[in-house]
Structure formats: C-alpha cells, structure tokens
C-alpha cells in the first residue's frame, strides 16, 4: 500500500462512516470520490441526530417546559460550536440558514434592501470571479437585474487561477461588494483572500467569501479573512444536509435590513408593523433547521477530535498523490492547477475526446463514485472551451488506494472507448 | 424555583404604585409581554423611593417587590452593588451557589437563585433591574446613562 | 380510563415514538402537548432519515453514480408522496422549502418581482387576517413597505373566528393576494376558506393558504380548496426539521419569476445572463434537504398508514372532551371558539390573574409541556387584551388521560398561586 | 448500459456531417452540455437524408447514428412510428422488456433499452430524435409543430 507522509489512519477513520463499506453494482467496493458535492456522515452525526429527536425535540425559544428548553440549549449551543470553529469575535454572529446558497442570497438581499452606506442600486457596482459556483453568480445576477447595478468580475488565467491584474479596474469607487469563492469546487484553485480584502477596502466595498468548499477541509479563520461575510454548508463537512451558516460582522447584522420575515426573527408585531430581534434572530424566520444545527455541531465536534490542520496535511497529500498519478494518465488534461500548491483536493479534468458522462458512467460500473458536469460552474467550462469536466474530490477518509483505484478505472475507460 | 420568598413578594409586593418621582421609564419584555412602568426617587444619593406598577408573572412581580425592598434608603453606590451582584447571580445559568457574602447583599433575593437554571425566566427576574438602572441614568447620568435594553 | 368514540389505539401508536418514554425532572411522566409548535417524530421516520445517511447519501441531480442516481430517486420520491397527499394535479407543483415560514416568503417575494398581472406595487392591496402567525404576517409587511402597497385585514369575532361581514370593503379590485390560515395555531379556529376564495376570484386576486396547522391533522385537498398557493412545515407533521413544502399552480410557476438563485435552480449560466429550470426546481436554490424530504415522505407514509381522516376522528374527540373539562376549571378563559366544531386541537386559555409564564412553569414540574406565550401571533393576544395565553395542543398520540393530567395541573397551579 | 451496438455506432457512426436540407434545428440537453445540430432533407414524405453535426457523449452520439440509419429512406408515418416506440423504451425506467415486435420496430435502438434504467442518461439518448422530431415539424407542420423541448 502507498504510503505519504501527512496521512490519516484511514483504517480507524473509515469505520465511522457506515456508507464506506457499501458494496455497489453486485459486489464492487464503494470508491467514493465526489466529496465536493457531498460528504459522508460519521455515526457520531448520525447518532446526535437520532439522539436529539429521541430525547429532546422540541421547539426552540420561548419555551418554558423542560424539553424546550433543552432543544434550546442544544440549538444554540450548535452556534458556540460554528462560531468557535471559525474564529468568529461573536456567537451572535453566526446565523444558520438551510445551505450556502440561501447564505448567498441572504447577503445579496440584505444590500438589495439596505440603506446607504451599503445599498446596491444602480449607481453601484458588484464584483464576482468567473470561478464562482452557481450560487455566487445567479444571486448577484438577479441583484444587479433588480437593482440595475453593474456586475462585474475577474476572469481566470490559463492554468486555473484568477487574473487579478486588472484589479483596480474591477474594483473601483463604485464596487459596493466583492462576492469571491476561497476554494473553487471546480478547478480546486485557492484564492488570494488578502490581495483583494486589500483593494475592497480601499474603495470601502464589503467582501464576502465563499468558503463552501474550505471550511470542511482547512482551518477557517474569519477574523484572519478580513471578510465581511462567509458562508458555507454544513452537508460537505459531515454535517447533515438542511443547514448553511452565513457569518457576517456584528455592525453590519445591526445595521442590514432582515431578508426572510416571520416567527423568531421579530421583536414584536402588530398588524401596522414590527421590530425586529438583535442578530443573528433577525435572520432566522421561522422554526430554524434544530436537528440539523446540532447535527453540524456534532460534525465540528468530530472535525475537531481529528484536527482541521491534519485533515488540510491529509488532502494536501492525496492531492500531491493524485496529481502526479493523473497525469500519468495518456491524453488527460487537468483543468485547474497542476501541482498541489494553493488548492484543495477536487480535481477536474477531461480524457482526450471521451464524453465526462461516458468517463464517469464506466467508473460508476467500477464502484468509483466521481462528479461529470459542471459541477455548477458552467463558466469555468465555457471558459476553457469544454463541455463539461470529470471531477474527483477527496476528503479525511480518502485513500491512495482509492486514487490507484481511480488511475486504473481511467485506463479501463480508455480502454473501453479506444 | 418558586421559593416560598418569591411567592410572598408575589402575594404581598412591597411599595407597588406609582407615586412621585424624578424620572419614570417603561421597559417591556417582548419575549413574553411583561411590562413595568417605574418610578424613582432620589434624595442626592440616597434613593427615597422607588415605585412601579406592572404585570407580568410571579418572578418579575416578585422581582421588583424585592427591588424595592433592598434599594429604597440605600445610597446609591451601594444599591448599585446589590444591582450587579443580582445580575451576576441572574446570570449564572444556576451554576453559581450564593456565598455568605453574597447572601448578606442580596437578601430576599437570594431567593432567585434558582431562577438562574430557566434561560426564559431569566429576563423576567431583571426586568424591574434594568428599568431602575435605566431611571437611575436619566436622573443622576453617569457611567449608566448608555441605554440598557432589556430584550 | 376515559373512552371517547373515535379514538385511535394510542397504546400501540405510542410505541412508536421514542420520546413519549421519557421522564422528566425526576421521574415525571412526559405529558406532551405542544404538538401546535412542533410534533414528535415516530421511529419510522427516524430509520427513513439513518437509512438515507447509512446507505444512499449522495448530492441529487445530475449525478451518474449508484449513490447519486438512487439519493435523487428518494428525494423525488418523496416529493411524489407529498403530491399525492396534498391530492395535487402535478407533482411538478411541489416545492421543498425549509420551513413554512420561507414557503409564504417565497410568494410574497415572488409576487413583488413579478411582471403583470400578478405584481404587487403601490397600486395594489394585499389582504391577511388578524390571527396569522407571524410567519404570514411579516412577509406581507415587509413586501408592502418594499412596494408600497397596501396591507389589509379581516378581524376577529369575540367568540375568536374571522369577521368576515364587510368582506366586500377588504377584498377588493385593488386586491392582487388574500394570505390566510387554514387552522389557527392560536385560537384553533378552522377558517372558511370557500367564502374567502369566492370573493377573491371575483377580484381576481390570488389566494394563499398557510395549512402549517391543518397538513398534520385532516385531509389536506389543494384542488378542493380552490387556492393557488399551499404552504406547510414538516416538523409538525411527524417529519424532521428543515423541510417545508409550498405548492402552487403550475401556470403560477411557470409565470412567477424565482426567489433564492443558486445550483440546482438554473437551467444555464453564463457571466452575462441565466435561464431558470422549470418548477419545481427554480425554486429550489442550492442543495436542498435532501434527508428531510425523505423524512418527510416517511412521516407521511406513517401519517397514511393511519389514515388522516382517522386521525382528524381522534383528535377531533380529544378537542371536544378537553373543551369540556377545561371549561370545569375556575377562573378559566378559552380563547377561541368554545366548542369542538370548525377548529382544531390547540387549545388556548388563561387562568384568572395568573400569568401565562407561571402556569407553565408548574405545569412543567409535573412533567406536562404546554407553551406559554403569544405564539408568534401577537395581534391575537392585543385583540383580545391579554398579555399571553397558555396552549394545550395534541395529536395523534394523545390521549383522555393527558388532559385528565393537564386539569389536574392546573388544579395544583391554581392552589400553589391562589 | 454500453451495448457492442451502441459502442460501434459511437465509434463508426452513420452519416455524420451536415448535409444539404430543408430545415435546420440546434438542440442542446442543458445539464450536460451536450449539443447537436441536425438537418431534414424531404422528398414529399420520405426522409431523404438526416445530416448532424454535434458533440456529446456516446449515448448521444450512437443515438444520433442509429437515428441516421433507422429513419433515412422512411416514409414519415413509419418514422413516426419509429420514433414513438423509441420514446416509449427510453421513458420505461428499465421496466420494458422489449418484444419481438419492438425489435422488429427499433432494429438496433433496442440496444438503447438498457440506457433506461439511467434517468441522467435518457436525455442524451433522446437529443437527436426530440431534434428531428422539431426539425420535422419545421419542415411539414402538422401535429408535430409545437416545440419540443429537449430540457
Ligand atoms: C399557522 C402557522 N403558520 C406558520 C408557521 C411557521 O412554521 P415554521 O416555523 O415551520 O416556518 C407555524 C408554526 O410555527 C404556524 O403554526
Ligand atoms: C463553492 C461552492 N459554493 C456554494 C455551494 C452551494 O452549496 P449548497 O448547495 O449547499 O447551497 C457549493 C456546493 O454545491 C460550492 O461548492
């Protein structure tokens, strides 16, 4: 077996997940390999999860009786959890919402509604990158539609990264946000946070970051970001699907108008108008996903008890692997950078002319688990003339095994099609 | 929770009504609509009355009776301790078990210790607090005259 | 023990549910009855949920992989469940939210970016009544003071059903939507909606009914209730949290532009512009929850196996046999209508001077979990000059001997605070 | 899924290119990207020739080829025909067993009945026959002349 420096123990890691031993197409041993799309769940998730329905479920808030106050304690003591994991100067900083997107869109709709000095009208400029997930785009793309601000963004150089030497023309005066993914869940590429922090502060634009595909696989720091906001989803990091996080700064949650309206977010209401709770509540209209942000607790407790450091070393090392074993592969072409410096571990890529859908078919029929598509960045693929990419992601329980497996399921592609 | 204390005060409120005062505030809890409309008092630094009227449940009825108890005479430097060492308590989650010290501060309130468990119930006990440290600030100013919330 | 015709075999059903076992403070037997603000989940629910996590986690759409292809087959599995149980024409109609307060956010906000005929703007009036949820309030402010127009509302009756005598002067040609409740979470009215649809098609005006109280408890028929919208939250009905469900008429989602933009909601993406998917999945930004929905679709599996008009039986008997001993309390105030008929099973009250809050409390030291408070419907509270109620509210696996223990309760509060 | 058939269309396939026609049509299946252009030559209702040009992977690809090789020389009730039984195998979910009489109908396309079981792949499998289907209505109106939708 291969052996890297920087690994996890797999062995032990793997039998807290109970997916990983599936068997699929009568017999084929589970490869899962599309961990940008979703993780796996350890049993320490799935069991806090059957824990809290089984014991406490309740409604949270306002609740005098025992079992309210209970789930109560239980949801908010998800958010010390969140708030812990990134840095975040304040609990009351950390807002659950049901994935990243609605994270997205809440920052979108937020500065829709705002007043000055952070309004988005037509006077005003937004600022994406051509990496983005779909989620960072359409978002901003019904802002600007809605508002009639301008959007612009950085465009991508050839070997994967973002082209930030036009800079002080993308953001400029007019530049009220800089909405900017950390890690690309197509092209892998990590991103220059402090280069653009630098120049969105500059000319007094807030930034918001995309951390989708960062926080599950490096330690995430938002005080060290400088950003303004940071999203993510709690389904790629262990935690259950149903919960995003959206991290914003205290002044700002004050001052930003609410997005979604109704039960929990209110101070009080009458028929002729409301106030509104202190943040995060403010953000959080109606019954909040509990189980599901206990569940996300549960998966933090568990990231925690490995290590965000030893996880990043444990990718980083597969994605050295990887790279080097793909590209020994005839006719393969990585989209996104080459080496393993300043990326995580998806790695999009295409086979000489064989379709991804027949690429990721005929792995599949190997018990190979991978992403085809584009993987919800149709740009990117526009960008580099292709139709669409083979992505294989990794994550703490990934293997070089498995990246063997993968190498030689490659072959028998090329093989099947030559 | 319901110490016998607390239920007395409840039954029997002590200085309920409101009568002539320096400055009166209304502070409502909109978790729960508990509403109180306080008046203070001062004679230089020694508070002459403090008086109230208001609904609400048992603990913050209780609550501002047992206000009125300890404060009313006091000299405002020492009402502003028992203030703080009541927060202190309030906001102990029941982890915090009352020394001596702290009994001989706080008295009747001591009582409330075991509201301190009931995150919900918290603010209820407070409720009168905060509007007399409010009340206070707009008569004599000073390092309380930042606004106090109670929600 | 007390027989009611009517009643289901709550003995077996119990067993099914995990958290009815529990005791609390010491040794207290858990009376639930807070079945308005959130229900228990049966184990079926909870395998359906472990099941999907063990065995078949994956992202849905678009994959080529075992895992892929069999998660979408149960995600859109259990939006069939959801269309059938609603007796929708399509399952195409069925969107998955996370809530039903982001449901009715979805109308509002889909109405205000709407082209005509169905925008709402300064012209326009939007009708609602005085005993929504907050969650069918908010929006509906903060969507009238966005475009200026005009909010409305029937009152309240003393005896707490809607005042519906000037309906002509409410509803009128300026009249764009009518949002109302099917059930009251508070009062427990049950609420006409015939007389309200008729008028509402006279205008033209849409017509959305928040059924978050009367999806878990009776037959729900959106082609018998004539409305164009539908909303309602899974966590009441026997399923997890962070799902809700909108339905509305295909032609309405066709016509109505999206809400939340993302993954999942597009159809293609460029830099420069986007298409939109057809509904339901323009509405569905982002990674939806997935597990939820399945959770969702095994509830009401376990809903069906008893049969919801069976369950409406039960819960029907429990409401008139709860009015009835209740009214033998002192000092007792119902709030809402005092008899069993057109309502539901919440059932609010005060007792004499005694605050809400203290009722509660020592009703929770006897194990009994009621919920004190306005429940998020505070115009209700104001309507009728009370501070807060206290509401005893059940379902399914309730039983005559819960409300014997809930009049005892209150017995003991009335002498511990007399 | 991957058939000899389907494979030895993918890699040989039949009158690929752009031709001559009467009407040209551009689908393209939005959740894969993959793309085909395809043109009608008629003479009266016979299919004169089928002509495409597009990229995709080797469902949509073979389908196309088997497509050019199945309706090319038909008249046009017969490719109706052809089409539907196709549509039909392909929307069966894997629950079709084909018959004698649909083999008869589909010759090589019942090799395509496997593809069923893979609803991602049913769309690439249907591009170039909803393609015709469209560029056909263009050509001879009829019931055929609302707009398919390949989505
Ligand atoms: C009548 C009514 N409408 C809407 C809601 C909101 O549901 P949710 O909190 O799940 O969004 C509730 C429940 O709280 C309700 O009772
Ligand atoms: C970079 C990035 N941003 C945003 C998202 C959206 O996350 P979700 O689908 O959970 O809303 C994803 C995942 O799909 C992603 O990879």
Same mark, same amino acid.
């Given at each position: 077996?291969?052996?890297?420096?920087?690994?996890?123990?797999?062995?032990?890691?793997?039998?807290?997940?109970?997916?990983?031993?599936?068997?699929?197409?009568?017999?084929?041993?589970?490869? =899962?390999?599309?961990?940008?799309?979703?993780?796996?769940?350890?049993?320490?998730?799935?069991?806090?999860?059957?824990? %809290? =329905?089984?014991?406490?479920?309740?409604?949270?808030?306002?609740?005098?009786?025992?079992?309210?106050?209970?789930?109560?304690?239980?949801?908010?003591?998800?958010?010390?959890?969140?708030?812990?994991?990134?840095?975040?100067?304040?609990?009351?900083?950390?807002?659950?919402?049901?994935?990243?997107?609605?994270?997205?869109?809440?920052?979108?709709?937020?500065?829709?509604?705002?007043?000055?000095? =952070?309004?988005?009208?037509?006077?005003?400029?937004?600022?994406?990158?051509?990496?983005?997930?779909?989620? #960072?785009?359409?978002?901003?793309?019904?802002?600007?539609?809605?508002?009639?601000?301008?959007?612009?963004?950085?465009?991508?150089?050839?070997? &994967?990264?973002?082209?930030?030497? #036009?800079?002080?023309?993308?953001?400029?005066?007019?530049?009220?946000?800089?909405?900017?993914?950390?890690?690309?869940?197509?092209?892998?590429?990590?991103?220059?946070?402090?280069?653009?922090?630098?120049?969105?502060?500059?000319?007094?634009?807030?930034?918001?970051?995309?951390?989708?595909?960062?926080?599950?696989? @490096?330690?995430?720091?938002?005080?060290?970001?400088?950003?303004?906001?940071?999203?993510?989803?709690?389904?790629? @990091?262990?935690?259950?699907?149903?919960?995003?996080?959206?991290?914003?700064?205290?002044?700002?949650?004050?001052?930003?108008?609410?997005?979604?309206? &109704?039960?929990? @977010?209110?101070?009080?209401?009458? @028929?002729?108008?409301?106030? %509104?709770?202190?943040?995060?509540?403010?953000?959080?209209?109606?019954?909040?996903?509990?189980?599901?942000?206990?569940?996300? &607790?549960?998966?933090?407790?568990?990231?925690?008890?490995?290590?965000?450091?030893?996880?990043?070393?444990?990718?980083?090392?597969?994605?050295?692997?990887?790279?080097?074993?793909?590209?020994?592969?005839?006719?393969?072409?990585?989209?996104?950078?080459?080496?393993?410096?300043?990326?995580?571990?998806?790695?999009?890529?295409?086979?000489?002319?064989?379709?991804?859908?027949?690429?990721?078919?005929?792995?599949?029929?190997? &018990?190979?688990?991978?992403?085809?598509?584009?993987?919800?960045?149709?740009?990117?693929?526009?960008?580099?003339?292709?139709?669409?990419?083979?992505?294989?992601?990794?994550?703490? =329980?990934?293997?070089?095994?498995?990246?063997?497996?993968?190498?030689?399921?490659?072959?028998?592609?090329?093989?099947?099609?030559? | 929770?319901?110490?016998?204390? *607390?239920?007395?005060?409840?039954?029997?409120?002590?200085?309920?009504?409101?009568?002539?005062?320096?400055?009166?505030?209304?502070?409502?809890?909109?978790?729960?609509?508990?509403? *109180?409309?306080?008046?203070?008092?001062?004679?230089?630094?020694?508070?002459?009355?403090?008086?109230?009227?208001?609904?609400?449940?048992? *603990?913050?009825?209780?609550?501002?009776?047992?206000?009125?108890?300890?404060?009313?005479?006091?000299?405002?430097?020492?009402?502003?301790? *028992?203030?703080?060492?009541?927060?202190?308590?309030?906001?102990?989650?029941?982890?915090?078990?009352?020394?001596?010290?702290?009994?001989?501060?706080?008295?009747?309130?001591?009582?409330?210790?075991?509201?301190?468990?009931?995150?919900?119930?918290?603010?209820?006990?407070?409720?009168?607090?905060?509007?007399?440290?409010?009340?206070?600030?707009?008569?004599?100013?000073?390092?309380?005259?930042?606004?106090?919330?109670?929600?």
């Amino acid at each position: 077996m291969t052996q890297l420096p920087g690994l996890l123990d797999t062995e032990a890691l793997r039998k807290d997940f109970p997916i990983l031993d599936r068997q699929v197409h009568d017999g084929q041993k589970l490869v =899962y390999l599309d961990n940008a799309a979703t993780s796996q769940k350890p049993r320490q998730v799935l069991d806090a999860l059957s824990e %809290y =329905y089984e014991r406490y479920n309740a409604n949270v808030h306002r609740g005098v009786h025992v079992l309210a106050e209970e789930a109560t304690a239980l949801y908010e003591g998800a958010r010390d959890k969140v708030a812990e994991f990134i840095n975040a100067p304040s609990r009351d900083e950390v807002i659950f919402t049901k994935n990243a997107s609605e994270s997205l869109n809440l920052v979108a709709n937020m500065l829709g509604w705002a007043d000055e000095p =952070y309004r988005v009208d037509s006077e005003t400029e937004i600022v994406i990158t051509e990496m983005e997930h779909h989620s #960072n785009i359409v978002p901003w793309q019904l802002l600007a539609q809605r508002t009639g601000a301008k959007l612009k963004w950085f465009g991508l150089t050839d070997d &994967g990264r973002l082209d930030l030497s #036009n800079i002080d023309q993308v953001i400029t005066e007019k530049t009220k946000i800089v909405s900017f993914v950390l890690v690309s869940n197509i092209l892998g590429t990590q991103n220059p946070v402090e280069a653009i922090v630098r120049r969105a502060q500059e000319v007094g634009a807030l930034v918001c970051v995309d951390a989708s595909q960062a926080a599950p696989h @490096m330690p995430l720091d938002v005080q060290a970001l400088q950003a303004d906001f940071v999203a993510f989803t709690g389904h790629k @990091m262990c935690g259950p699907t149903g919960i995003g996080v959206l991290w914003g700064r205290q002044e700002l949650l004050e001052d930003l108008p609410p997005f979604l309206g &109704g039960g929990e @977010m209110i101070e009080t209401v009458s @028929m002729h108008s409301s106030t %509104y709770a202190p943040a995060p509540h403010k953000f959080e209209a109606g019954t909040p996903p509990i189980a599901q942000a206990v569940g996300l &607790g549960a998966a933090i407790d568990y990231l925690n008890s490995i290590g965000m450091d030893k996880i990043f070393a444990h990718e980083h090392a597969l994605t050295e692997y990887a790279v080097k074993r793909l590209l020994e592969v005839p006719d393969i072409r990585i989209i996104g950078p080459t080496t393993a410096e300043e990326r995580g571990a998806a790695i999009s890529f295409t086979l000489g002319d064989i379709h991804p859908h027949d690429v990721g078919q005929v792995l599949d029929e190997q &018990g190979i688990a991978v992403r085809v598509g584009h993987h919800c960045a149709r740009p990117v693929c526009l960008r580099y003339g292709i139709p669409a990419t083979t992505r294989a992601s990794f994550y703490l =329980y990934s293997t070089p095994a498995e990246i063997d497996a993968l190498v030689d399921g490659l072959e028998h592609v090329r093989n099947f099609f030559g | 929770m319901y110490q016998e204390v *607390i239920l007395d005060h409840y039954k029997h409120p002590h200085g309920r009504g409101l009568r002539d005062g320096d400055a009166e505030v209304h502070h409502v809890n909109p978790t729960c609509g508990d509403e *109180i409309t306080l008046r203070v008092k001062y004679d230089g630094t020694t508070i002459e009355d403090v008086s109230y009227e208001g609904q609400g449940c048992s *603990i913050s009825q209780a609550s501002a009776s047992v206000l009125n108890e300890l404060l009313v005479g006091k000299d405002l430097s020492d009402a502003r301790k *028992i203030q703080e060492t009541f927060l202190e308590l309030m906001q102990s989650k029941g982890k915090l078990e009352p020394d001596d010290a702290m009994e001989e501060i706080l008295e009747d309130a001591v009582a409330f210790a075991g509201v301190s468990k009931y995150p919900a119930r918290v603010k209820c006990a407070l409720l009168s607090w905060m509007a007399w440290k409010d009340a206070t600030a707009q008569v004599l100013g000073g390092a309380d005259a930042e606004k106090e919330t109670t929600a």
